[in-house]
């Protein structure tokens, strides 16, 4: 059974950088079939992703992000991990690893997402 | 940028049935997926490929498409069934994902 995990360092104070992992169990993120990604909730609002990156580390972003975000694989450790830089308090959401259908664009299993507050 | 628009709530009585639709210029082309959400849950896709069921999900979620419109429906709305829903697709060139606003579904 796939199992996907998101975790990180607790709050985040404006201007500095979010960073989350997500561990993938149950399948390796090496399949050729997925990529993997991240969406996020403000509380009371609605999904937004923010990108996703195949196993060999090609990945793509949401336009309106893209100049803050990077997401990276480790194989080795069947993880993938999302950094978001200058976060402001609008960044405030539940963030959700997810694994990716790529060829058909949407999304099969999800985290249990974790919320992160940006705040001073 | 690309949107897809949905009504912000849809209220139906049990026993009923609940259409919500999702509309985007792309849906002609790319399909549309279905996803359910519960309070303090992580959304579970109900719709793929405009059409298809994932095992599990009970036969009276259904999903269509016309034009640029794709539609979720809910035959014998349970009281279990309240929720939000949102559709998802992407841009014609594969270059993002997008997600609907969402619609929140009360059972009366």
């Known amino acids: 059974q796939l199992h996907l995990h998101e975790s990180g360092p607790g709050p985040v104070k404006p201007s500095e950088t979010l960073s989350l992992t997500c561990t993938v169990s149950g399948d390796s993120i090496s399949s050729s079939s997925y990529y993997w990604g991240w969406i996020r909730q403000p509380p009371g609002k609605g999904l937004g992703w923010i990108g996703s990156?195949?196993?060999?580390?090609?990945?793509y972003y949401y336009p309106s992000l893209k100049s803050r975000v990077t997401i990276s694989v480790d194989t080795s450790k069947n993880q993938f991990s999302l950094s978001l830089t200058s976060v402001t308090a609008a960044d405030t959401a539940v963030y959700y690893c997810?694994?990716?259908?790529?060829?058909?664009?949407?999304?099969?299993?999800w985290g249990q997402g974790t919320l992160v507050t940006v705040s001073s | 940028s690309y949107e897809l628009t949905q009504p912000p709530s849809v209220s139906v009585s049990p026993g009923q049935t609940a259409s919500i639709n999702c509309s985007g210029d792309a849906l002609s082309e790319l399909y549309g997926y279905w996803y359910q959400q519960k309070p303090g849950q992580a959304p579970l896709v109900v719709i793929y490929k405009d059409t298809e069921r994932p095992s599990g999900i009970p036969e009276r979620f259904s999903g269509s498409s016309s034009g640029t419109t794709v539609t979720l429906t809910i035959s014998g709305v349970q009281a279990g069934d309240e929720a939000d829903y949102y559709c998802?697709?992407?841009?014609?060139?594969?270059?993002?994902?997008?997600f609907g606003g969402g619609t929140k579904l009360t059972v009366l």
């Open positions: 990156i195949y196993y060999n580390g090609s990945s």
């Open positions: 997810v694994r990716h259908v790529r060829e058909l664009d949407y999304f099969d299993f």
């Open positions: 998802q697709s992407a841009d014609r060139n594969g270059t993002f994902v997008v």
